[in-house]
Nanobody
């Protein structure tokens, strides 16, 4: 049974940091591209960061560049998202996603809430 379980969300003040983690099971983690998406209140889900299967290549949305860092540990079957200098506009539900290369669909986690407010 495939599972992606996110953790690490919470309420922080602007300028603070959070680290999200996603624990994977039920599939060969090292074969999958791992991504973080987010869905702000009242808006569509958007891609935040992506990492290839090897962990050597990361890509970021414009809003995440320079502030967020995606990383993965294939041995532990985990993917992380370090978020620094958080802004109120980063408030969203953050989702972990796994996609097999060449496939259009994939697996989703249940999401973790990140709220940035003073």
């Amino acid at each position: 049974q495939v599972q992606l379980v996110e953790s690490g969300g919470g309420l922080v003040q602007p300028g603070e940091s959070l680290k999200l983690s996603c624990a994977a099971s039920g599939f060969i983690f090292s074969n999958f591209i791992m991504r973080w998406y987010r869905q702000p209140p009242g808006k569509e889900r958007e891609l935040v960061a992506s990492m290839d299967t090897t962990g050597r290549r990361a890509d970021y949305s414009d809003s995440a560049k320079g502030r967020f860092t995606i990383s993965r540990d294939n041995a532990q079957k985990r993917v992380h998202l370090q978020m620094n200098s958080l802004k109120p506009e980063d408030t969203a539900v953050y989702y972990c996603h796994a996609r097999y290369p060449g496939h259009s669909d994939g697996y989703w986690g249940q999401g973790t809430q990140v709220s940035v407010s003073s």
